[in-house]
């Protein structure tokens, strides 16, 4: 399968403990996104990468909110000192990037993150 | 800035009946928009995109769309629905040179009565 992979799928976690997420996009793909979606909302924007270059960032994104995308290729979320309002779907999407930016996202199916 | 709003958290068409799915969007710059449909436990999946040219956009699964300048809009219709097209769909947008990261609205739930 040459799709979007992200890992793990499920995480429970007490609050306070750090996770992180894995996200690895299609092979030939530049840009890579990081989304969160929680239950009756959109996918909301966090971050994205262009290679290994970070982008933008949501001003809505806390300190405790990292991403890396180290080699252009895989990425890492990680949240450290979690809170129980981080509970949500993180969503990677990857395209490819022309001049006049016409890629299509392709989604991951998503690592849910549950903080209890 | 730019963004979307989509009109209806949930919508209900009975089996052959038409589909209608409203958004409306903002932005400074030219826009692309985009139509996702999400089934359930499943990512997120392209179902149409606007560009340039043609302003009626035919994307998978019978759906269509037309950007319509004028009234900022980017509805997503279908003649006639089926029952799996019973999920929620996402309508979006991003800038051209600028604001080139997406932007998605809050989502309409689509029921499809049998």
């Known amino acids: 399968d040459t799709g979007v992979s992200q890992n793990p799928r499920h995480k429970i976690t007490k609050r306070g403990q750090n996770v992180t997420f894995r996200c690895d996009p299609i092979?030939?793909?530049?840009?890579l996104y990081w989304y969160r979606q929680t239950l009756g909302q959109g996918p909301e924007f966090l971050t994205y990468f262009q290679n290994e270059a970070q982008l933008e960032k949501s001003r809505l994104l806390s300190d405790r909110f990292s991403a890396e995308r180290p080699k252009g290729s895989f990425s890492t979320l990680e949240i450290q000192r979690t809170e129980q309002g981080d509970s949500a779907m993180y969503l990677c999407?990857?395209?490819?990037?022309?001049?006049?930016?016409?890629?299509?996202?392709?989604f991951g199916e998503g690592s849910r993150l549950t903080v209890l | 800035a730019q963004s979307v709003t989509q009109l209806g958290s949930h919508v209900s068409v009975s089996e052959g009946a038409l589909v209608l799915l409203r958004c409306n969007y903002s932005?400074?710059?030219?826009?692309?928009l985009f139509w996702y449909v999400q089934y359930p436990n499943q990512g997120l999946q392209l179902l149409l995109k606007?560009?340039?040219?043609?302003?009626l956009v035919k994307g998978i699964n019978g759906f269509e769309a037309e950007f319509k300048k004028s009234e900022t809009s980017f509805h997503l219709t279908k003649p006639s629905a089926h029952m799996s097209d019973a999920a929620e769909y996402f309508c979006?947008?991003?800038?051209?040179?600028?604001?080139?990261?997406?932007?998605f609205g809050t989502g309409t739930k689509l029921q499809v009565i049998p």
């Open positions: 999407a990857s395209s490819f990037m022309t001049g006049a930016n016409t890629g299509e996202l392709f």
């Open positions: 932005s400074s710059v030219p826009p692309y």
């Open positions: 606007y560009t340039t040219g043609a302003t």
């Open positions: 092979s030939e793909h530049n840009r």
């Open positions: 979006a947008v991003s800038g051209r040179r600028t604001e080139q990261k997406v932007t």
